[in-house]
């Protein structure tokens, strides 16, 4: 049975950092371009960052840029996001998402999501 599993979420200080991790099951990592989404209450889902399936090459949404890294570990089945510098407006339902296409920031072009893990960023 395939399966997303995301973990590390918590409440954080403004300025404070969080690892998030997505654990896979039922199916090979390697094979699949990954993403993080985010939702935040009565807003739509949106890309916060997304990697191909090597690991290679990683991109971001404006709004984390320089304050967010990606990576992956396919030996390991797990995607992280490293989030530093976080602010009140990176209050969302955290979600990892699985493309057996190209990686992408656009929500259709990912197969199987997480259920997320929630970040509030207040002091």
């Known amino acids: 049975q395939l399966q997303l599993v995301e973990s590390g979420g918590g409440l954080v200080q403004p300025g404070g950092s969080l690892r998030l991790s997505c654990a896979a099951s039922?199916?090979?990592?390697?094979?699949?371009?990954m993403g993080w989404f985010r939702q935040a209450p009565g807003k739509e889902r949106e890309a916060v960052s997304w990697i191909r399936r090597s690991g290679d090459s990683t991109y971001y949404a404006d709004s984390v840029k320089d304050r967010f890294t990606i990576s992956r570990d396919n030996a390991k089945h797990t995607v992280y996001l490293q989030m530093n510098s976080l602010k009140p407006e990176d209050t969302a339902i955290y979600f990892c998402?699985?493309?057996?296409?190209?990686?992408?920031?656009?929500?259709?072009?990912?197969?199987?999501w997480g259920q997320g893990t929630q970040v509030t960023v207040s002091s």
């Open positions: 039922g199916f090979t990592l390697d094979y699949y371009a």
């Open positions: 998402a699985a493309a057996r296409g190209y990686c992408s920031e656009y929500v259709l072009a990912y197969d199987y």
